[in-house]
């Protein structure tokens, strides 16, 4: 059994130190990591405070306005929506698949000149580069012959293949460089990794992997923005008897003989818990909330 829950505000001891709340888990930031987190335990139970220091939930998958205007931070879609993945799965456990309406989006990228459209086809984008380019067609198609390749040794991990062991510690740029040379073609084949580095610090199996299954899968947009996403989650967490608290930020984990046991917020409010969960950056998480 988890520690009795008191409501916020009332003071509790443990051993010679003051608390002024008990809650078996804190989660320390709501990102859709931490809100996922909290939302499972909280379904199974326990009695879960998450605490965000913005005032909105989500992290970078989150949405503000300006001007009549909405824009999303970070996440632009989500590969799978509804229909399958990990998201999927999670929406499914957490019994929440009606809390958020995906539309199917489909991407066009747009060069002064030219311009290429997403297809849920995986053939499409090598038939219309081919087309595009013809003086790069065998190059086009040796090389996604070489990334549908990596993508069936990847299934067959751990076991690793000859091919994954050549590009295992090279980048996308290494990779497209063996077999084209258009610097327009390069630009169209490496356009739609839109949140990560430059191709040339980004892994040859990633983006492989990614090329075959975003477009299997499809992309997919909540109605109403990103930041329905982890709202929905805040919902779903209420739900089950979870709390959450905006614009509190954490300054330390309390530890006991190296043991995790609560935080203290930079308002000087103390909550003991059983266990600490933060969705906080590692870097962040061990040197400025412990270290």
């Known amino acids: 059994m988890g520690a009795p829950f008191l409501r916020r505000g009332a003071e509790v001891t443990k051993g010679n130190k003051r608390f002024d709340e008990e809650y078996d888990i804190v989660v320390i930031g709501a990102g859709i990591g931490g809100l996922t987190c909290a939302a499972y335990l909280a379904k199974n139970g326990k009695k ?18 300006r001007k009549g205007f909405r824009f999303d931070a970070g996440v632009l879609h989500l590969t799978g929506g509804k229909e399958s993945g990990a998201f999927q799965r999670v929406l499914s456990a957490l019994e929440m698949e009606g809390e958020i309406e995906f539309k199917e989006q489909f991407q066009r990228i747009v060069f002064p ?24 067609a065998e190059g086009i198609a040796r090389l996604f012959v070489t990334i549908g390749s990596i993508y069936e040794d990847i299934k ?10 050549e590009y295992k510690e090279k980048s996308f740029q290494e990779l497209v460089d063996n077999y084209i040379g258009d610097t327009k ?50 919902r779903v967490l209420k739900r089950y ?51």
């Open 113 to 136: 000149d030219l311009s290429l459209d997403s297809s849920r086809d995986v053939e499409y984008l090598p038939e219309r580069l081919k087309e595009m380019f013809p003086h790069e």
């Open 48 to 65: 879960v405070k998450v605490l965000e220091q913005h005032y909105a939930p989500g992290g970078c998958c989150t949405s503000f306005s």
């Open 241 to 291: 008897g979870g709390d959450i608290e905006f614009k509190t930020s954490v300054d330390k984990i309390i530890l006991e003989e190296g043991k995790a046991v609560g935080i203290e917020t930079r308002g000087g409010k103390r909550i003991w818990a059983e266990q600490v969960v933060s969705n906080a950056a590692a870097r962040c998480t061990f040197f400025n909330l412990i270290g």
């Open 185 to 234: 073609l390069k630009a169209l084949v490496t356009a739609n990794w839109h949140l990560w580095h430059p191709m040339w610090r980004n892994s040859a199996i990633d983006y492989a992997a990614m090329l075959i299954t975003e477009p299997l899968r499809g992309y997919y947009y909540p109605m109403g923005g990103i930041q329905a996403i982890p709202d929905a989650f805040v």
């Open 156 to 165: 067959k991990l751990p076991t690793l293949s000859p091919l994954l062991a």
